[in-house]
Nanobody
Framework: QVQFVESGGGLVQAGGSLRLSCVVSGSIFRLFTFGWYRQAPGAQRELIAS???????NYADSVKDRFSISRDNAKNTVSLQMNSLKPEDTAVYYCNFVPAASSWGQGTQVTVSS
């Protein structure tokens, strides 16, 4: 079973930056599309960025031009560079396939203070 291990979250002031990483177990990482999802308190989990095996990317309007997703097939890692953070970016962030599998990692908490 594939496992996702997210890291890199923390507390940051508005306007700051964070870089999240996700290590994905399994030997066929390079074949799949991956995404970063987030779930704010009281809200549904949403897909905010994705990257396919050709490294083409897509972003939700709420993070476009601020966040950047990348992948390293040699390290089975998906990263999310988050700049110009806003309080509304506060959430638990997860990585998963796109579309998502039923199994999720523990996520990493991002808290942006105003």
């Amino acid at each position: 079973q594939v496992q996702f291990v997210e890291s890199g979250g923390g507390l940051v002031q508005a306007g700051g930056s964070l870089r999240l990483s996700c290590v994905v177990s399994g030997s066929i990482f390079r074949l799949f599309t991956f995404g970063w999802y987030r779930q704010a308190p009281g809200a549904q989990r949403e897909l905010i960025a994705s990257i396919n095996r050709g490294h083409s990317t897509n972003y939700a309007d709420s993070v476009k031009d601020r966040f950047s997703i990348s992948r390293d097939n040699a390290k089975n890692t998906v990263s999310l560079q988050m700049n110009s953070l806003k309080p509304e970016d506060t959430a638990v962030y997860y990585c998963n396939f796109v579309p998502a599998a039923s199994s999720w990692g523990q996520g990493t908490q991002v808290t942006v203070s105003s």
